[in-house]
């Protein structure tokens, strides 16, 4: 079995207090980074608490020893690396997981990303460091982690890009972001569905009502399971998903930025309209529409229109 480099856990906000008071006497650097309430390191070892959750990201090759002899012990007063099976069997069960990427994102398509796993599965990813895409800052990062996961022996994935002229034309179909996301969701699992035509379950983020994903799968997909709920990127098949998703997303991007000459930052800021604003008065209108996503409040503003209800 691999070295243990990566580790995730959520804390409580007192055992994300506690840990900071262990570690500053252990060596650590403590530096500002984003989205962190504090992030210490030192040779060998990254310790990264998140504002959301809080949750703490373990990296370096001295993750193992850290999670058993300080993490454990000392902030969650109980032992679980090392035995993941019995405290969350599912995940080492074979099921699908779907996630997606770019949904908040004015610029670039709407990606939608499966992965089937095993128990031999779940376990190489795991050891290969696979988690929640939103928690891996570097695209690089992304992109070698994404090809970690399409070498696992035994594994099965679907990635769906629905690029902006498409995704503006089914949107006004649909009518809503949750109807189109059942959509693609449904696609995604009814094309693993053929390599896998046994697979029993399938889990994703919750995002709406589970009866529209339900309704929006074919007859392939009617007998299979499924399951929504929060925080679902911690299960090894999702996070697969996830990343593969925010790979092919991050690509799509770059591919436009290299075509159009201009960068397409991430997210809906004020950078974000700013750029429309300039791609508009350089491309005009209907290069804006290939690039970005038509109903999100930013359009109307940068096109001084009402915007979509």
């Known amino acids: 079995m691999p070295a243990i480099t990566t580790y995730t856990k959520p804390l409580t906000t007192e055992q994300a207090k506690k840990l900071r008071g262990e570690i500053s006497d252990r060596g650590f650097t403590f530096e500002t980074k984003q989205y962190c309430l504090y992030a210490a390191s030192k040779p060998g070892l990254n310790v990264l608490v998140y504002e959301k959750g809080p949750k703490v990201l373990v990296q370096g090759k001295h993750t193992e020893d850290f999670v058993l002899n300080t993490l454990e012990p000392l902030i969650l007063g109980k032992a679980e690396m090392g035995y993941e099976e019995v405290v969350n069997p599912d995940m080492f069960t074979a099921h699908i997981g779907v996630d997606e990427s770019?949904?908040?994102?004015?610029?670039?398509?709407?990606?939608?990303?499966?992965?089937?796993?095993?128990?031999?599965?779940?376990?190489?990813?795991?050891?290969?460091?696979?988690?929640?895409?939103?928690?891996?800052?570097?695209?690089?990062?992304?992109?070698?982690?994404?090809?970690?996961?399409?070498?696992?022996?035994?594994?099965?994935?679907?990635?769906?890009?629905?690029?902006?002229?498409?995704?503006?034309?089914?949107y006004a179909s649909f009518g809503n972001l949750n109807r189109l996301l059942a959509w693609g969701h449904a696609k995604v699992i009814e094309q693993l569905l053929i390599q896998r035509p046994d697979c029993p379950r399938a889990l994703s983020d919750q995002f709406?009502?589970?009866?529209?994903?339900?309704?929006?799968?074919?007859?392939?997909?009617?007998?299979?399971i499924l399951e929504q709920r929060t925080k679902a990127e911690s299960d090894p098949a999702v996070a697969a998903a996830s990343i593969l998703a925010r790979e092919k997303f991050v690509s799509w991007l770059t591919e436009a930025e290299t075509r159009l000459g201009c960068r397409l930052p991430?997210?809906?800021?004020?950078?974000?309209?700013a750029c429309a604003r300039e791609l508009v008065t350089r491309h005009g209108e209907a290069t804006l529409r290939t690039v970005a996503k038509a109903h999100f409040k930013t359009y109307a503003e940068v096109m001084g229109i009402a915007p979509l209800e």
Not at 128 to 142: L, N, T
Not at 208 to 224: D, F, H, M, T, Y
Request: no cysteine; hydrophobic share 45%; net charge positive.
């Open 102 to 170: 770019g949904k908040g994102d004015f610029f670039g398509p709407l990606v939608i990303a499966g992965a089937y796993v095993d128990a031999n599965v779940a376990r190489a990813l795991q050891a290969a460091g696979v988690m929640d895409s939103k928690r891996i800052g570097s695209d690089a990062r992304i992109q070698s982690i994404a090809r970690s996961i399409r070498a696992t022996p035994g594994i099965a994935f679907e990635v769906i890009a629905i690029g902006p002229e498409k995704y503006n034309q089914m």
């Open 266 to 273: 991430k997210g809906a800021s004020a950078e974000v309209k």
């Open 208 to 224: 709406a009502n589970p009866a529209i994903l339900q309704r929006a799968l074919q007859e392939r997909g009617k007998s299979i």
